[in-house]
């Protein structure tokens, strides 16, 4: 077998055109010999991956090994693997060999298959495994990983509430948590307000908090508060905090010398409160409690007419509410404008006040303030002060200029972006748009699966999943220029041309619910600035678990720092589509040259040895984009 696909593989080559040292990396395996020939030869062996990568250099007669040169001009040039040398590819080829039973002296077939299983042939860039980005620049120069009402397990209406909803999330790297704070008997409870979901004690809460915040991360947490608690459990709350957390408590990120924020890497392993806080000189009285606007609450969706339309529910038992509630992934039907309440009702709970406890507020480091508009906040807006937007204001304010005037205030100071209050399935927003908008948080349902939640861990995957992502530097220079909407989202960006083939698949899984034999393909769709969205596709093959697909797409991004691939594997259906496997990636993270895609599934859990063994080509294309 091996001879014979070495003598077609090199009749294939036979017009001189394609030498292993033209072009490097760049498809040469196009070359080597005809398509139609490629697919019968790959499906007749044992390890067609392997067997076609290994031809791809040119051997000696009847050398059924690669030489240690052979092995560092595949992982030099088509790999691209930096800082490779001649020495570190023979105790590549010992490591291997032994573990195969080889000779040690060249890389086998067998060597060469645990060499592309292994990590340094990893899909995803290896350097962003760990946080490699600086983590000196201020607060508001990140995207942070946040969570939207933590203590869920479930829908918003009758789910658990456990303080171990909060050890997942932040040792999966989230950096801000929810507490949705009401009185209890004695301490104050979390749960969501006006609903059948269950309660879980705070204290419990704040002490599962401080037992796993900086397992994944070291850096700072911030502890985003809905406070509807009476003073007295509102001082129990800051005695719980004080008791637990100690000095990791910042009670202050005010300084008149400065005019940013600190950094991640200043408040390493630090808790950061975040919610209403009195005015200074109210403070200032002697143990006297104050009264302050209760315009910020985002536990029913906020303000303007989501707001609106989420008190219209209060009133309804929880099970009404599920019953008229889309699921994730169905569109919401839009109620009567005649059963809404009148902006004159919304203006007037817009401006209900709540007595606050002067202890709570001095231990609250980020203040949370209504937002105005742009001018008031750039001439009012401390930068330890922080304002919260509903999902849809965001969206719309993305087809405006507004957009513009947002981006530039994110530079300064920190800005949320929450879900729509109808999402009592817990379903989740795009984080895109907030990201492309600046904005540092884009608060998000862990305990829900779907696409949404995949982007969202696939981007702070760029970071080591240390729940800091820096943003791009266009995105702080308000002279850059800025604005996802074009089709030269900056001033002097680079673009990129992607080429990847897929050459084939192995191990794909049956369906649950289908006992035929798949036919499976790949799609691809690009998740970004409109500019770079697309979706593609290649052709299926019939009847296999292991295809050989042989076939090339190509994809152009001109805003590399927040585009995420999304490949799936399907199988075709005469009815639609079965789900196979999938995988989401940062375009910053994938790498050239050959590699083995493992596969997951919807819950981004693995799928036992089912991948995708394709080729990558990522060429910067920098001339052209700014033009």
């Known amino acids: 077998m091996f001879k014979r696909f070495k003598a077609v593989f090199t009749r294939g080559d036979s017009d001189g ?19 139609d020939e490629k697919p019968d030869l790959l499906a007749e062996s044992s390890k067609p991956s392997i067997l076609y990568l290994f031809l791809q250099e040119d051997l ?26 001649l020495e570190r590819c023979k105790e590549i080829i010992i490591q291997f060999e032994k573990q195969v039973g080889g000779q040690e002296d060249g890389l086998s077939l067998d060597g060469l298959k645990l060499l592309m299983e292994s990590d340094l042939m990893s899909f995803r860039n290896p350097v962003h495994s760990k946080q490699h980005q600086d983590m000196t620049r201020p607060l508001s120069h990140y995207h942070i990983a946040s969570s939207h009402n933590t203590y869920l397990s479930g829908n918003q209406l009758q ?62 947490v911030i502890l985003s508060l809905e406070n509807h608690c009476s003073v007295p459990q509102q001082q129990k709350m800051e005695e719980i905090m004080t008791e637990i957390f100690g000095d990791q408590l910042v009670r202050s990120l005010a300084d008149e010398s400065k005019d940013r ?23 200032e009285a002697e143990g006297e409690d104050v009264e302050v606007s209760d ?35 169905k569109e919401a039907k839009r109620r009567s404008p005649s059963k809404s309440p009148t902006k004159k009702d919304a203006s007037n709970a817009a401006h209900k006040t709540r007595k606050l406890s002067v202890q709570l507020s001095n231990a609250t480091a980020l203040q ?98 240390c729940g800091y992502n820096l943003k791009p530097e266009y995105m702080l220079d308000a002279t850059s220029g800025y604005d996802f909407r074009k089709d030269v989202p900056y001033a002097n960006g680079k673009m990129y041309t992607v080429e990847i083939e897929f050459i084939a698949g192995y191990e794909l899984p049956q369906p649950a619910l289908s006992a035929d034999v798949i036919d499976p393909y790949v799609q691809v769709q690009v998740v970004g600035a409109p500019v770079d969205e697309v979706t593609k596709k290649i052709k299926y093959v019939d009847n296999t678990h292991n295809p050989v697909w042989c076939e090339t797409l190509t994809f152009e991004v001109r805003m590399p720092d927040v585009c995420i691939f999304e490949f799936k594997v399907f ?52 001339d052209t984009a700014g033009k």
């Open 159 to 220: 789910g658990e509430s456990s303080a171990e909803s909060y050890t997942k999330v932040l040792e999966m790297g989230c950096r801000l948590v929810e507490l949705d704070c009401w009185d209890g008997e004695e301490e104050p409870d979390i749960f969501h307000g006006h609903t059948l979901t269950s309660k879980v004690p705070f204290r419990e809460v704040i002490q599962a908090i401080k037992n796993s915040a900086f397992k994944t991360s070291p850096y700072p």
């Open 368 to 465: 949370s303030v209504h937002f105005v508009d742009f001018a008031a906040q750039e001439k009012n807006q401390a930068y330890w002060q922080m304002s919260s937007f509903p999902e849809k204001k965001i969206l719309n304010m993305a087809e405006t200029d507004d957009v513009r005037l947002f981006i530039k205030q994110n530079e300064r100071v920190l800005a949320k972006v929450y879900p729509y209050g109808l999402r009592f399935y817990s379903s989740n927003m795009e984080p895109v748009v907030p990201w492309l908008c600046g904005s540092h948080i884009a608060a998000m349902n862990y305990q829900t699966d779907g696409d949404p939640m995949t982007i969202h861990e696939a981007f702070f995957a760029y970071n080591g999943h």
């Open 60 to 85: 000696p007669e009847d050398c059924e090994t690669w030489s240690p040169e052979v092995l560092l001009n595949f992982l030099q040039n088509t790999q691209e693997i930096p800082d490779m040398t």
């Open 571 to 622: 199988d075709k259906d005469t009815v639609g589509k079965d789900f196979l496997g999938q995988h989401f990636i940062d375009f910053r993270s994938l790498q050239n040259g050959y590699r083995y895609m493992p596969l997951e599934d919807r819950a981004r859990e693995p799928v036992e040895n089912a991948r995708v063994f394709l080729h990558s080509t990522i060429t910067e294309m920098s």
């Open 261 to 283: 924020l600190p950094s991640p890497e200043d408040l390493k392993h630090k808790f950061i409160l975040k919610g209403k806080k009195a005015k200074t000189t109210e403070a």
């Open 295 to 329: 315009d910020e609450s985002e536990d029913e969706g906020g303000e303007e007419e989501e707001g609106a339309a989420a008190t219209s529910e209060q009133g309804k038992p929880a099970e009404e509410k599920l019953a008229a509630t889309p699921e994730p992934g």
């Open 17 to 35: 055109k394609a030498s292993p040292s033209s072009e490097k990396g760049k498809h040469r395996h196009c070359r080597r010999f005809s398509y």
